[in-house]
């Protein structure tokens, strides 16, 4: 019998835009995107179910019962010395049970992405900082810098549906000025200038504080990176700017000597604009739930990761409890990797216990002690996300039925 | 009175977290500080079942058989003074406000991170962020003198607003950017990307190309100088590497906000 | 389960019982009434000698959302008590669960969030959802959104405008509505610095006046209890009395309420062009009917503001200290800025204005229409009530804090020719029944049969009235004691207080239009249901009723 389609609306979990007008179409809890852009097509039907796929525990590669393998985690745990939870991207609940977990067997809780997280902010807790959302950036600005090289393809639908819409308030989305700097490559730029008054600028990523410099001296004895007719094209785009966004993704400067340094000038060159015009930053966060987890353990620890419970409370330190350095240098005896939300290669060191609470299609450099399959907010149940700007907030839906367990559900059993 | 000391019973495994030596005097006796619980591992443990602690002053402590498992030594220090046998890990004398830090062995990364007075003395290495900003100030050292006498890592002594800092070995990359003042005098040789963005503060260097982005004064009134050096080597309790050696004096270009002075040690 | 309180010394000022020995039943969580106790009482506790008051109420304190979260994270140098008995978090910038732990030990039972952002809505509740014992409660903010500026401009209906109200009421799960610097904050993101009560914005042409007057008349209309909640125009500026009086007349006698009004009644005279306003404001307040106000008292020492006013905070980021500021502009909804701020008592304007707050309770004649804050944390921490409480009961213990300030702040207030000490009954009013009342929540705030059985007990043998109020020794939520001899007895979760005015759904029908085309969300998405709070949220929802059907 030939599978029953079904049409659904989806809340997309697979970046930070979390796009909630999707519109899917089921069939054997297979997902396909009906329409819209290609790239998040790819993006989630890479979640379906394959012959691949583990969809059942295991126990040193031996399948098992979900209850047997929460037994063992459990006798495991009680035995072990010192413990990392390491977050690859879970939802609101999923952190929640988390934390209580962490707290009870006084755990160290660390994200995949945390040095993209401390990277941002600095500007938050060491400097002026203005930010702006996206709708506001739909909305009202005229014109975008976007800082960095591959933002645009990490996140597949910025461009269109927040940078230059089809419609917007209080500017035209037709004239919108996009300025690009950084090492764009050809596609990009092609498919910005058709819709909008596009500035290429090619630059190492590294030299983006002395570019902003330059364009804030206004004095082409220092022209460096920048031909004197684009400097003064650009200098004349942002003064006649009513509302500049400034927009960069921080894994794009991964490569970079200094990030920090990078998303610093960016901020001050906001901070400074801000004295007689209005812009605003608009850093595009990770796909890996990286603002959710930021969000949920600042509220409930004070502090936004690396934090290990001791002595009544999370205590935070950021080399410390550094799981990339935790695994490699064996400081820890047993990790529990949480990875909802993709199926991105998960890390293990051989000497160290590791227990996989994965994606069913979880790539593994080795295999784990213990692995249980779990669900994915937003396609096996319901969740909480945070969306890149940190004050939207989306409400996941269910579309599949694979009965695949949610974060919550292991860690209350395992409280 | 002797010094407490201070010694691990158990050969670590995980990081520990030392801040609790800087209490020690908020404690109105030896045998409630034993008493005290810390964390290792994911156990709670009184400080007695890890540390042999002895008898001796609270204002003098000296740690034994230290390693690079143990950060925050010394972590906001005041009034104490804390020698150290062995390696230490991250964040040695973190924002200490006064005392003295002696170690014999190397310091790991952030070592006097947001330092804000008194005297560490690494007899050893020192590895990245010597001196970094703390994660929510937008400031490195504020005051106080550090001492390295072997290397120091990348990305050291960012936006420092006061104090001394003598490094007998070679500074890596990035070191000093946006410094505002203060004095940093360097023996070895320097990485690349030095004193970036800086605006005020002096240097003393042996590295010829780093003069080239100065102007060289005629200026030759160095007795305040002379007056400096006498001042750091007692500090520091031994002779600075400038004394009786000859310096160019050279100062930096205004139009990049840059009003810092360097001095070539010849 | 039957809990006696014995021989207690009981206010409830709602029932006029003041300083009256009585006993009181608890049942189910509820307090009932002696004659139709069956069964046998399981415990009773003793009150010879301590006083009873229904739990206090917080009517405006920022404790979930956004900019709460953003001040967690921006002031991390603070999060250090290393001797803390909880968390390590600092109390200017709590976490969820320091926050219930801090204001069940001082027998505040109920706390509202006055600047719940629509758009934000779900974070805020998610935040509360974890503040342990309290019940809670937020003020949608509404006012600078560009959908209901556009209206204003467009001349649309009082009745669509009542009906947009009712709308965000319920997609944002919440009690009342607040508009911070009326138009100010649209404004400020087409650039404007200040916007004064008859100014009109630039681009939507309106006045600060419209949106006051408009939106205290659908309050008014719809029957919501709470009236509008007002953050005036001109927050912080010497000489901003006036437009505070302004914004007054704005309501047109419609309720409003005018919140941390302390720093809504500067006048600028004298040298420094800063001098205190508060018997201008203070005859206003004892005048008009219907005009209700929270101080927002500040205290000494490090704290941290954050506001929806992104117009003036913006201004105000000269004064951070650390040096260090955050302004956002959020989602054509509204904006915030978040600035760490120390008052010192060195300094002539901070000084001044701690006198001024201190005015406006003292001068305040019926205790009903004024409210104890400090717009924690913007002018102080809520811990700092208890001694509040005491520079309201202790004439000579303000005086003596007085005389330590700047000399030259006695030539612009009158602080020290008050001789007004307040009573415990009009401690036992301004904390609990008075807000109760403003609220709408008949079963708080009282200790009448049926009520929920939300009680503190303070022990009368504490001397000083400091320590009184911050220890009480024994508070009860619902009927379950959750403190004991001062101690944390046993954790327990509270509701999320909101009300659902009825209005005319056809109202949505242009909402999805207009979410369709302008916003990055689907309306349905925006809205939280009942199920959404309980279940995903972690908050039990518990409507509150309105005064009266929407006229058809
Ligand atoms: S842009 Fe991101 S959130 Fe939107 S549909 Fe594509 S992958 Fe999903
Ligand atoms: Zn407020």
Redesign the pocket.
């Known amino acids: 019998m030939a599978a029953q389609k079904s049409y659904k609306s989806m809340v997309c979990p697979f970046c930070s835009l979390h796009c909630d007008d999707l519109i899917i179409e089921t069939s054997d809890n297979n997902i396909r995107l009906t329409q819209g852009n290609p790239e998040c097509g790819k993006k989630i039907s890479r979640h379906n179910i394959n012959s691949q796929s583990r969809t059942s525990a295991t126990i040193n590669k031996k399948k098992t019962g979900l209850t047997e393998a929460l037994k063992k985690v459990k006798k495991i745990i009680e035995k072990k010395s010192e413990v990392l939870i390491l977050n690859h991207g879970t939802d609101l609940s999923g952190l929640r049970s988390l934390l209580t977990f962490a707290s009870k067997y006084h755990c160290i809780i660390d994200h995949i992405t945390s040095k993209f997280l401390f990277q941002n902010i600095g500007i938050v807790q060491r400097t002026g900082y203005i930010a702006t959302s996206l709708m506001e950036t739909k909305n009202r600005a005229d014109t975008i810098i976007i800082f960095g090289n591959n933002i645009l393809k990490k996140n597949p639908r910025l461009l269109d549906r927040i940078l230059i819409p089809d419609a917007s308030l209080c500017v035209n989305p037709k004239k919108k000025n996009i300025i690009l700097v950084g090492s764009f490559d050809k596609n990009t730029i092609n498919s910005i200038s058709r819709k909008s008054n596009a500035i290429n600028v090619r630059i190492k990523l590294d030299n983006i504080p002395d570019f902003l410099k330059i364009i804030n001296n206004n004095k082409s004895e220092t022209l460096r990176f920048i031909t004197k007719q684009s400097l003064v094209k650009i200098n004349s785009i942002i003064k006649k700017s009513k509302y500049l966004v400034s927009t960069w993704t921080a894994s794009d400067f991964s490569n970079t000597k200094n990030p920090e340094d990078i998303i610093s000038s960016i901020s001050k060159f906001i901070v400074d604009l801000n004295i007689t015009s209005r812009a605003a930053c608009m850093p595009i966060s990770g796909p890996l739930a990286d603002s959710t987890s930021a969000q949920a353990l600042t509220w409930l620890t004070g502090f936004p990761s690396r934090i290990k419970y001791s002595n009544n409370s999370f205590k935070h330190n950021r080399t410390a409890y550094n799981s990339e350095k935790l695994i490699e240098n064996k400081q820890v005896d047993t990790v529990i990797h949480v990875s909802n939300l993709s199926e991105n290669e998960l890390i293990m060191n051989k000497n160290i216990y590791n227990i996989v609470l994965g994606h069913p299609n979880s790539k593994l450099n080795i295999e784990p002690d213990i692995f249980i399959p779990i669900g994915i907010p937003g396609l096996d149940h319901e969740g909480i996300m945070f969306r890149t700007d940190n004050v939207v907030s989306v409400a996941l839906k269910s579309v599949r039925k694979l009965k695949l367990p949610s974060t919550q559900t292991i860690f209350n059993k395992l409280i | 009175m002797k010094p407490i000391q201070i010694k691990p019973k158990i050969r670590f495994k995980y990081r520990v977290d030392m801040s609790f030596l800087s209490d020690i005097c908020k404690y109105d006796s030896l045998t409630t500080f034993r008493a005290k619980k810390v964390m290792y591992g994911n156990q709670e443990y009184r400080l007695d079942n890890i540390f042999d602690i002895s008898n001796g002053d609270k204002k003098n402590l000296v740690v034994k058989s230290a390693n690079s498992l143990m950060d925050n030594l010394g972590y906001r220090l005041k009034e104490i003074s804390l020698k150290v046998f062995g390696d230490v890990g991250d964040y040695l004398g973190a924002q200490m406000s006064s005392g003295l830090i002696e170690i014999y062995g190397n310091a790991n990364d952030h070592c006097a991170s947001g330092l804000k007075g008194g005297i560490i003395r690494v007899n050893g290495n020192c590895g990245d962020y010597l001196g970094s900003k703390p994660n929510s100030s937008n400031e490195g050292i504020s005051d106080g003198l550090i001492y390295i006498s072997g290397n120091v890592g990348n990305k050291s002594l960012q936006r420092i607003r006061r104090g001394n800092i003598i490094i007998e070995g070679n500074l890596g990359n990035d070191a000093c950017s946006e410094m505002i003042s203060g004095s940093v005098l360097i023996k070895g040789k320097i990485g690349h990307n030095f004193a970036n963005g800086i605006k005020r503060g002096t240097i003393f260097t042996t590295q010829k190309k780093l003069a080239k982005n100065y102007s060289k004064s005629n200026a030759a009134e160095f007795n305040f100088i002379k007056f400096f050096i006498n001042r750091i080597s007692n500090v520091i309790n031994r002779n600075l590497f400038i004394n009786n050696r000859k310096f160019i004096r050279y100062y930096g270009n205004k139009d990049k906000e840059n009003i810092s002075e360097l001095f070539l040690v010849d | 389960m039957i809990i006696r309180l014995k021989s207690g010394i009981v206010y409830d000022p709602t029932n006029n019982i003041f300083n009256r020995t009585k006993d009181i039943f608890i049942k189910d969580g509820k307090i009932i009434n002696k004659n139709n106790i069956h069964g046998k009482i399981n415990q009773t506790i003793d009150c010879t000698n301590k006083i009873i008051m229904p739990g206090a109420i917080d009517l ?1 304190t ?1 404790i979930g959302g956004g900019k709460v979260n953003i001040a967690r994270l921006m002031l991390e140098e603070f999060h250090d008590e290393t001797d803390a008995k909880y968390d390590s978090s600092s109390i200017i910038a709590p976490t969820t669960i320091k926050t219930g732990l801090k204001y069940i030990e001082m027998g505040y039972t109920t706390c509202f969030e ?2 719940l952002l629509p758009i934000n809505a779900r974070q805020a509740h998610a935040e509360m959802a974890d503040i342990p014992f309290i019940d809670k409660g937020g003020y949608a903010l509404l006012g600078n959104d560009d959908f209901f500026l556009n209206l204003l401009r467009k001349k649309a209906s009082q009745s669509v405008i009542n009906d947009y109200v009712a709308f965000i009421l319920k997609a944002s799960q919440s009690m009342g509505i607040k508009v911070v610097n009326p138009g100010g904050i649209n404004a400020f993101k087409f650039n404007q610095r200040a916007l004064d009560v008859d100014e009109k914005s630039k681009y939507y042409n309106i006045t600060p006046r419209d949106v006051v007057t408009k939106l205290a008349r659908a309050i008014y209309d719809l029957g919501v209890p709470h009236p509008l909640h007002v ?1 005036c125009s001109n927050l912080g500026i010497p000489g901003n009395f006036l437009s505070t009086i302004e914004t007054i007349k704005a309501a047109e006698g419609m309720p409003i309420h005018l ?2 009004i302390q720093f809504q009644s500067y006048g600028n005279n004298g040298d420094r062009g800063f001098s205190s306003a508060a018997v201008e404001i203070s005859n206003h307040l004892n005048k008009v009917k219907n005009l209700t106000c929270d101080v ?1 008292q500040i205290m000494f020492g490090q704290t941290v503001t954050m ?1 929806g006013d992104s117009m003036s905070q913006h201004k105000n980021h000269k004064h951070a200290h650390p040096n260090k500021w955050m302004c956002m502009d959020i989602e054509c909804d509204a904006g915030c800025g978040v600035v760490p701020f120390k008052y010192k008592d060195q300094s002539f304007v901070n000084s001044l204005q701690w006198a001024i707050g201190l005015e406006i309770f003292l001068l305040a004649e019926d205790p009903w229409k004024v409210y104890l804050t400090t ?1 924690h944390p ?1 002018g102080a921490p809520f811990t700092s009530y208890p001694h509040l409480i005491k520079l309201l009961m202790d004439r000579s213990f303000r005086n003596d804090i007085l005389r330590e300030l700047p000399k030259d702040i006695l030539n612009h207030t009158i602080l020290h020719t008050i001789k007004r000490e307040y009573t415990m009954s009009e401690i036992a009013i301004m904390t609990r029944s008075a807000p109760a009342k403003i609220l709408g929540l008949s079963q708080k705030g009282n200790l009448s049969i049926g009520s929920n059985a939300d009680i503190t007990i303070y022990d009368k043998n504490i001397k000083d009235i400091e320590e009184m109020f911050a220890h009480p020794i024994y508070v009860l939520k619902d009927g379950e004691i959750v403190v004991e001899n001062g101690k944390i007895k046993k954790y327990r979760w509270g509701k999320t207080h909101t009300v659902k005015p009825e209005y005319d759904k056809s109202i949505e029908k242009s909402l999805t239009k207009f979410f369709d085309k302008y916003h990055t969300m689907k309306l349905d998405n925006y809205v939280l249901s009942d199920e959404e709070m309980e279940n995903m949220i972690g908050s039990k929802v518990y409507v509150n009723e309105c005064k009266y059907k929407r006229k058809q």
């Open positions: 405006h920022h006055p600047a953050h919140t941390h927002g506001s717009d913007n």
